[in-house]
């Protein structure tokens, strides 16, 4: 989660027609003042297979799990990095074989449907609400849950930037236009730079859900773009540049895998800066919790590993995976 070193982290600034276009042929570029050329936001292509540099094995062979292991476990988009970590630190698992352990559904409740069906014993998802309950419970799942993490959507800035903090509300009229320049907020007179990400990311979801609770963004007049020949003339997004006048987000379980800068601020929301105990508490605004759900009296060998994840070594492995860990673990 949040250590001492903090991470740069490519982000998007997005334009008013911020559609993915991934993987399509490219006609025209689109500069920064800088005349850079343009380079897409990193995170889209390693999502699916971030590592962290500093690798190592941390499990001790006290317990073991097995390939077989990971073809009863269910997760989600965001917790497929908590079932990669425990797949490379139990079997081994590399870019190229990592897809063979995954059985990765598109939200929580089809998770809960894949232990109905006997898809899989054990699934990562969101901490069950009573809608998601109350759903198990109508297709004849009584669901047992345990919290094995949390996370949380972290701002940043450079650290030449003057403002270390912002309010929920600061942040809203920044990402909606009403705020447009950093003198608003404390900061020196200069233009925000407010950077999205890509509309298919875990942080831009969790961004308009959690922090515009339905408000509109507004479009970046700065936006860093690509275009394609299809789609609408639909934009591939570029990544954050870190300036005095940027500010970004990204999930927390990113800042473990990208590039270590002391030039990155983080910035507090509401006075609280996001470390692991501000987020498991709840005092950090923007936070997930991440739970292991099996069905009540189901199979035993799913216990047994949610077990283990509750335990110191299970704990620091989910740490390990760029998690805040849902109890304090050696080294916070």
Known sequence: MISKVFTA?????????????A?????????????????????????????????????????SMEHLD??????IHETRYITQELARQFCGADRDTLPSYMNETNDSLSAIYDIKDGVSDLA??????????????KIGIEPESVTIAHDCLVFFTSRDNPVSGLTQDQIR???SGKITNWREVGGNDSKILAYQ???????????????????????????????????????RIGEYRNTESSIGYVMGYCLE???????IKILCVDGVFPDNRAVRNGWYPFTQTYCAVTAKGGDKR????CSYLLSDEGQQIIQYAGFCPARPVKGE
């Open 124 to 137: 990562f998802i969101v901490e069950p609400d009573s809608y998601l309950t109350a759903e198990a419970e």
């Open 197 to 235: 990400r890509d509309h298919s990311t875990d942080s831009q979801r969790f961004m308009e859900r959690a922090v515009m609770k339905g408000e509109n963004m507004a479009s970046a007049a700065d936006s860093y773009q690509e275009h394609s020949v299809t789609h609408d003339y639909a934009p």
């Open 173 to 175: 009229d920044i990402y």
């Open 23 to 63: 993987g399509l042929m490219i006609y025209s570029n689109m500069f920064y003042d800088s005349g850079s050329d343009f380079i897409e936001d990193r995170t889209i292509s390693t999502e699916s297979d971030m590592v962290r540099e500093d690798w190592q094995k941390i499990q001790s062979g006290k317990f």
């Open 70 to 75: 990971f073809k009863s476990i269910s997760s």
């Open 9 to 21: 982290l490519p982000l998007a600034v997005l334009g008013a027609a911020a559609a993915g276009c």
């Open 257 to 263: 895998r990208l590039y270590s800068s002391e030039d």
């Open 302 to 305: 799913a216990e047994e590993i």
